[in-house]
């Protein structure tokens, strides 16, 4: 993703847009394509870094490190593939308006 055309998006849009690949990530994890998800979790991040350079805050940070945790370690916030998809269907509401 271009960064400049990443930064001309709203939040909303971008945070969407990171749900979307996440939910892939999801997907393929829930289907055991490890290639596949390792594929969409490398675009994710790359996402939370892109909107991270534009509006550094801590929320955006711990968020970089829950999915880490959840898909790359063990999962010590004990974070739901459910709660991560509820966190960001509110972003994807918001971003359709």
């Given at each position: 993703?271009?960064r400049?055309?990443?930064?001309?998006?709203?939040?909303?849009?971008?945070?969407?847009?990171i749900?979307?690949?996440?939910?892939?990530?999801?997907?393929?994890?829930?289907?055991?394509?490890?290639?596949?998800?390792?594929?969409?979790?490398?675009?994710?991040l790359?996402?939370?870094?892109?909107?991270?350079?534009?509006?550094?805050?801590?929320?955006?940070?711990?968020?970089r490190?829950?999915?880490?945790?959840?898909?790359?370690?063990?999962?010590?916030?004990?974070?739901t593939?459910?709660?991560?998809?509820?966190?960001?269907?509110?972003?994807?509401?918001?971003?359709q308006?």
């Open positions: 993703m271009d400049e055309r990443w930064q001309k998006l709203s939040f909303h849009q971008q945070m969407g847009n749900g979307s690949e996440i939910g892939r990530v999801i997907h393929w994890h829930e289907k055991k394509d490890e290639k596949s998800k390792e594929d969409a979790l490398w675009r994710a790359e996402l939370i870094d892109l909107t991270i350079l534009g509006r550094p805050n801590k929320e955006l940070f711990r968020l490190e829950v999915v880490c945790d959840l898909f790359l370690d063990k999962n010590n916030y004990n974070v593939l459910e709660w991560l998809k509820n966190y960001f269907m509110d972003f994807a509401i918001l971003a308006k």
